[in-house]
């Protein structure tokens, strides 16, 4: 039983980094990249979702990406109306910028440009708003 214990955490681990690690080295905060990746200026604000965001947000951004299983609290729901009462686009850019909680900071990954249009770009995935809307509109 407790080999079976620990072959089970080591696996769990092991997937766990797999996800969590890349999502991280994407970080300036992480310490792992100082600069933007190549070609990260020339990036949609869709593929830099469905590239870096989804692993932890999920590929339709209902905060259910498999980094995201082990987080507490878990990711943002963006499909979530109750999400979008509460938040406002400068704080989204605040949070992807500067990070928040386990969420690693972007900021010196991306400039505040490609921030402002990844987060017009969560509206649109939302399904809730069009881009650029003001939450409560």
Request: positive net charge; charged residues 10%; aromatic residues 8%.
């Amino acid at each position: 039983m407790r080999v079976r214990g620990t072959v089970g955490w080591t696996a769990t681990l092991a997937v766990l980094g797999a996800f969590v690690v890349p999502c991280g080295a994407l970080a300036a905060g992480a310490g792992a990249r100082s600069h933007p990746p190549e070609g990260a200026a020339q990036q949609s604000p869709k593929a830099i979702f469905h590239s870096v965001c989804s692993t932890c947000h999920g590929p339709e951004g209902k905060g259910n990406g498999p980094a995201g299983a082990a987080f507490n609290p878990k990711p943002a729901n963006f499909t979530d109306p109750a999400f979008w009462k509460t938040h406002t686009d400068s704080q989204l850019v605040n949070s992807i910028t500067h990070g928040k909680g386990m969420m690693p900071a972007f900021g010196g990954t991306y400039d505040h440009a490609t921030v402002e249009a990844l987060v017009k770009y969560l509206h649109v995935l939302s399904g809730l708003k069009s881009g650029g809307a003001t939450p409560g509109a």
